[in-house]
């Protein structure tokens, strides 16, 4: 019988997805039901349109995931910090990649003057970092090319949030990772460029560097 409600299409799509799983190989279920050893922790947009895994061609198991808004690490978020360390000291992620994408709507609304509830609050960090490099920004003429320059500008300065954390600097020194990466996701042809890197044990300002992990 077809589906008659959306969500039916999902949950037909999974018994098929599954058994497909199963017919290609057999042990899959089994093996990823006892352990996850992903080598990525993903940071991403929420945005529909940007789903780690498929964009990355990676597997259940390959990458863990924490997706909000814009793609921020904000520091009193008790969700993305849990992950973080969850990411780093148990699972030993070698990598974490902070993934933005151009034409983001939490970018554009940030630059924006709409009041959008609680979403403003959240996006508060976002218009400081407009602040800070208002001249740049504004060299663009359209608000397109506006919040491109923004999503770029955020993801950089997400990725030095990450090296900002004591989670970060205590496995920088005792483990040498994870190695961080700033990517920007092009919604317009599916392709991901690398904005920014930074090596484990990167010199931050004095200032953000914990001298006792
Ligand atoms: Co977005």
Not at 108 to 121: C, F, M, P, V
Not at 134 to 139: A, C, D, L, V
Not at 145 to 164: D, G, R, S
């Amino acid at each position: 019988m077809e589906p008659t409600n959306s969500y039916e299409r999902l949950l037909k799509a999974n018994k098929e997805w599954a058994t497909e799983q199963l017919n290609k190989d057999p042990e899959f279920f089994s093996r990823l039901s006892h352990i996850q050893t992903p080598e990525f922790l993903w940071i991403g947009c929420s945005d529909s349109r940007v789903p780690a895994d498929k964009i990355t061609g990676t597997q259940p198991g390959e990458i863990f995931v924490h997706r909000n808004i814009a793609n921020i690490v904000a520091n009193t978020d008790v969700n993305i910090h849990s992950v973080l360390e969850y990411a780093v000291d148990f699972l030993k992620v070698k990598h974490i990649i902070v993934c933005g994408h151009y034409g983001c709507g939490g970018i554009r609304a940030a630059i924006e003057k709409n009041s959008l509830g609680i979403i403003n609050n959240w996006l508060r960090g976002v218009k400081d970092l407009y602040q800070n490099h208002k001249e740049e920004i504004e060299k663009e003429s359209s608000i397109e090319e506006k919040t491109n320059k923004l999503v770029e500008l955020n993801v950089k300065e997400q990725v030095l949030n990450l090296a900002k954390t004591s989670v970060i600097q205590k496995a920088w020194k005792h483990d040498q990772r994870p190695h961080l990466h700033g990517w920007v996701y092009g919604l317009h042809n599916g392709i991901i460029k690398p904005v920014c890197e930074m090596e484990p044990g990167t010199k931050l300002d004095d200032i953000y560097e914990f001298n006792d992990l």
